[in-house]
C-alpha cells in the first residue's frame, strides 16, 4: 500500500484547510485511515481515524467539532477537513493505513502499518 498526503498550506487562524491520502495498492484489506500530526518539538500524535468498514470516526479531543475525516471512494482517498484552524494546529501532517482490526478503530502509532509522507500545515496567529 503506498499512501501520499498532499494540500497543506498556510493559512490564518480561523482559516480551513483539507488535506488528503491518496491511496493505491491492495488497500482492499485496509480497515483503518488515520491522519497523525508532528509538531517541532514535539512526538508525533494521533488526530483522527476512520473505519472503512464500520464507518465508525474518532478524533483526539483538541481537534472535535473542528476537524472531519471522511471518504473519498470516487478517488480512494482520505480526506481530513480541518476547520477553525488555531497556531497549535501548526505541524507536519502524515497519513497512515492499518490492515484489517475489524469493526474497531485504532489511535496508537504502532498499530498502523503504512505511512504517507508528511505535508506542511502552517497556522498563522
Known amino acids: 500500500v503506498q499512501l501520499q498526503a498532499f494540500g497543506g498550506g498556510l493559512v490564518q487562524a480561523g482559516g480551513s484547510l483539507r488535506v488528503s491520502c491518496g491511496a493505491s495498492?491492495?488497500?482492499?484489506?485496509?480497515?483503518?485511515w488515520g491522519w497523525f500530526r508532528q509538531a517541532p518539538g514535539k512526538e508525533r500524535e494521533f488526530v483522527a481515524v476512520?473505519?472503512?468498514?464500520?464507518?465508525?470516526?474518532r478524533y483526539v479531543d483538541s481537534v472535535k467539532g473542528r476537524f472531519t475525516i471522511s471518504r473519498d471512494n470516487g478517488k480512494n482517498a482520505v480526506i481530513l477537513q480541518m476547520n477553525s484552524l488555531k497556531p497549535e494546529d501548526t505541524a507536519v501532517y502524515y497519513c497512515?493505513?492499518?490492515?484489517?482490526?475489524?469493526?474497531?478503530?485504532?489511535?496508537?502509532?504502532?498499530?498502523?502499518?503504512?505511512w504517507g509522507q508528511g505535508t506542511q500545515v502552517t497556522v498563522s496567529s
Open positions: 497512515a493505513a492499518k490492515y484489517r482490526g475489524g469493526n474497531s478503530v485504532y489511535t496508537r502509532i504502532s498499530d498502523y502499518d503504512y
Open positions: 495498492g491492495r488497500t482492499r484489506d485496509v480497515y483503518n
Open positions: 476512520l473505519n472503512w468498514s464500520s464507518r465508525i470516526t
